[in-house]
């Protein structure tokens, strides 16, 4: 099957900073999302981007289809950002989301 | 619209119990997902349903589990008789199937489920 994978998995950064965060996948993709695990536990949709490049506020996430990958800009990193970001994928011909591990993010005050 | 709706939150039983965890998928969503999130092995599908259908339960773990969709707005996840390793957080998606696999699935809370 599909494998998708996230780096860092751990990144730890000053209130105000930015970070990239990066998805690989090893085969062309029907469906990209990218969530946010909060503290609580729960999934929350950032951005359903099977290619091209979207902003919402703080974040941002762009996908380069032909290259296989998608990275997740968050620029003036909140304390309320902390936590876990996913990135899951849908292959061709299947509806099955293919997490990757997650990449954690901790924002110090 | 109020979201995916799961219950109950929090599941702590003993080993051997019945356990039956619920979901209402979003109003007008024709596909349910079943996933489950372990520290060893991340978030992966266990079933997934169309149109009440149950299409692919490959990523069941094995017969102890059960799913059913008797209609459009209830799913049904059951586990019997449960084991310690069944212990993880139990989600719930739904999206509009458009049949190509483009569409955005939305998730509950999930359920935490703790067998003793």
């Known amino acids: 099957g599909i494998q998708v994978e996230q780096s860092p998995p751990d990144l730890i950064l000053q209130e105000g900073a930015n970070s990239t965060l990066r998805c690989n996948f090893s085969?062309?993709?029907?469906?990209l999302q990218w969530f946010h695990q909060n503290p609580w536990g729960q999934l929350i949709n950032l951005f359903y981007?099977?290619?091209g490049t979207k902003q919402n506020g703080r974040l941002s996430a762009t996908t380069v289809a032909t290259e296989r990958y998608s990275l997740l800009y968050i620029s003036s990193s909140q304390t309320t950002d902390s936590g876990v970001y996913f990135c899951?994928?849908?292959?061709?011909?299947?509806?099955?989301?293919?997490f990757g591990t997650g990449t954690r993010l901790t924002i110090i005050p | 619209d109020a979201g995916v709706i799961q219950s109950p939150r929090h599941e702590v039983t003993e080993m051997g119990q019945e356990v039956t965890l619920r979901c209402k998928p979003i109003?007008?969503?024709?596909?349910l997902f079943w996933y489950r999130q372990t520290m060893m092995r991340g978030l992966e599908l266990l079933i997934y349903?169309?149109?009440?259908?149950?299409?692919?339960d490959s990523g069941m773990p094995e017969d102890r589990f059960s799913a059913k969709m008797p209609n459009a707005s209830f799913s049904t996840l059951k586990i019997q008789p449960s084991e310690p390793r069944d212990s993880a957080v139990y989600f719930c998606?739904?999206?509009?199937?458009?049949?190509?696999?483009?569409?955005?699935?939305?998730f509950g809370p999930g359920t935490r489920l703790t067998v003793l």
């Open positions: 998606a739904s999206s509009f199937n458009s049949g190509v696999g483009t569409d955005t699935q939305y």
């Open positions: 085969d062309s993709v029907n469906n």
């Open positions: 981007i099977p290619s």
């Open positions: 899951a994928v849908v292959g061709f011909g299947n509806e099955k989301l293919t």
């Open positions: 109003s007008g969503h024709n596909s």
């Open positions: 349903f169309n149109n009440n259908v149950p299409i692919d």
